[in-house]
């Protein structure tokens, strides 16, 4: 249903996919929701509602430095709400690539 690849905890509109995730720790967390049908979405909205956090066996979770996700058929892959491309598609943590000035 949905693969995701997070630096932070929240996902969309605060979709707490990945909460153990911080943007300091030099890894991005995988997620693989397996489709969950209407009825097992359903199930799951009040407590989604509540903590904003998605708990269900169909959820799997795994914390790497680099993956490479690929798809049978062309997907499209967005980063941060926007459309980069296609897939396959490789992410990869690459510490001290960014540089950001901020004041004292």
């Excluded at 009040?46 to 680099?66: N, Y």
């Excluded at 499209?76 to 960014?98: K, Q």
Aim: hydrophobic share 40%; glycine share 12%.
């Amino acid at each position: 249903m949905l693969a995701a690849v997070l630096n932070s905890p929240t996902y969309g509109a605060g979709l707490r996919l990945a909460p153990g995730a911080t943007i300091y720790d030099g890894s991005i967390h995988v997620v693989l929701i397996e489709d969950i049908g209407t009825i097992g979405v359903l199930r799951l909205l009040p407590r989604l509602m509540g903590s904003g956090e998605l708990r269900t066996s169909r959820v799997k979770r795994w914390q790497v430095r680099k993956v490479r996700l690929t798809t049978r058929k062309p997907s499209t892959f967005h980063g941060d709400g926007e459309i980069l491309g296609s897939t396959p598609v490789e992410i990869e943590v690459v510490p001290g690539a960014v540089q950001v000035l901020a004041p004292a």
